[in-house]
């Protein structure tokens, strides 16, 4: 009998053996409470700790936009987040039949969650998503309807075609585009912040699509090679961004502008810098060796550092849109979601 601590710390059984000594008739050896156990249960269909790469679309929305975050964006987030878990359960429910061969420790194969409570927690999670988005103004329902479909699109039979990384790419854009929604009532300031995060969540999916059975050096290696684009993008200074100020027509400054506005300028260009820097580094070297080896366990691994590569990619994009508190605030979930990510699984 094979034995691991449970999640009040008593020994616990994997769930193989679990399911073995059930059907058995056997008294499981866990001591945990019931709720404890079913909590954990619902904390890995949900994949909690991705759930701190969330926030982060919204508030980059926001940034693009030039505008401050407010109660708005509050909401847009907590809509993302809705959405976000809905697509989680959803997926489990979609694939409990392929995840019973492949993954029969998930919670729906291992008998821990009900797939009808995976599929009601979907439409329940669905439906305050795009409350929350109503409660933020009609251009954030108008963009949270078409992610929610995109989102049950994907699930449901985009996810094994070749059109399933563009749909979470799209999903993840429009995530973005939300919280500009949301915050300022327009969207177009956000579409080159929301280009590149989705064509970064296009390149994770496409690697997760053979982390359970390994397969091709292709997807990581062209994930990697769209990490290095990527950055390169996001640190290139443009003079397209939002500002806070408006230059005189006469094309000269005044002194007192001008001894402000630079050093912000140059301190939000280093900013941006040292977190796409922090980007590249997570992804780069999980990719390399994804590369080298696309063997299941080196790919789960590039995938999951694919998805915490996500906040410090959305914090350098607005920090690239002069938000840089903001930026901060983002980059500061990236060590807390890791920590979580040490007790359940993202992927």
Same mark, same amino acid.
Request: proline fraction near 9%; charged fraction near 15%.
């Given at each position: ?14 769930? *193989? =053996? #679990? ?8 008294? $499981?050896?866990? @001591? ?22 969330? $926030? ?16 708005? *964006?509050?909401?847009?987030? &907590? ?40 599929? =009601?927690?979907?439409?329940? /999670? ?31 039979? /985009? ?32 579409? $080159? ?12 999916? =496409?690697?997760?699509?053979?982390? @359970? ?7 990581? /290696?062209? &994930?990697? #090679? ?122």
């Amino acid at each position: 009998m094979t034995l691991r601590e449970g999640p009040c710390g008593c020994p616990d059984e994997t769930p *193989t =053996t #679990a399911a073995s000594r059930a059907t058995a008739g056997d008294t $499981p050896p866990c @001591a945990c409470p019931g709720r404890s156990r079913r909590g954990r249960a619902w904390a890995e269909l949900l994949r909690l700790p991705a759930l701190f790469s969330v $926030p982060g679309d919204a508030l980059a929305g926001t940034a693009a936009t030039g505008a401050s975050p407010d109660t708005r *964006t509050l909401l847009a987030i &907590a809509s993302s987040l809705c959405l976000y878990e809905a697509g989680m359960a959803l997926n489990d429910w979609a694939d409990r039949d392929v995840d019973a061969v492949e993954r029969p420790h998930r919670p729906l194969p291992s008998g821990r969650i009900r797939p009808a409570a995976a599929l =009601t927690a979907a439409c329940a /999670l669905t439906g305050a998503g795009l409350a929350l988005a109503a409660g933020a103004g009609r251009p954030a329902l108008a963009v949270a309807a078409p992610l929610a479909a995109t989102v049950w699109a994907y699930d449901l039979g /985009l996810k094994h075609t070749p059109a399933g990384p563009v749909a979470m790419g799209t999903a993840r854009g429009l995530d973005l585009l939300l919280g500009a929604a949301a915050t300022s009532g327009s969207t177009r300031p956000a579409l $080159p912040s929301a280009a590149l995060l989705g064509t970064h969540t296009l390149a994770v999916t =496409t690697v997760s699509r053979q982390e @359970a059975q390994g397969g091709s050096p292709v997807p990581p /290696l062209a &994930a990697l #090679a769209t990490t290095a684009l990527l950055t390169r993008l996001v640190t290139r200074r443009s003079s397209g961004g939002p500002t806070r100020g408006r230059r005189p027509a006469t094309g000269h400054r005044p002194a007192g502008l001008r001894a402000d506005r630079f050093p912000r300028q140059d301190s939000g260009a280093l900013l941006t810098t040292a977190l796409t820097a922090a980007y590249a580094a997570t992804t780069a070297r999980p990719y390399f060796h994804a590369t080298l080896n696309p063997s299941p366990p080196l790919t789960q691994r590039a995938v999951g550092a694919g998805i915490r590569a996500t906040i410090p990619l959305q914090a350098a994009l607005t920090a690239r849109s002069r938000g840089t508190a903001t930026a901060l605030l983002i980059a500061a979930l990236a060590p807390l979601g890791a920590r979580f990510a040490k007790k359940v699984s993202v992927t």
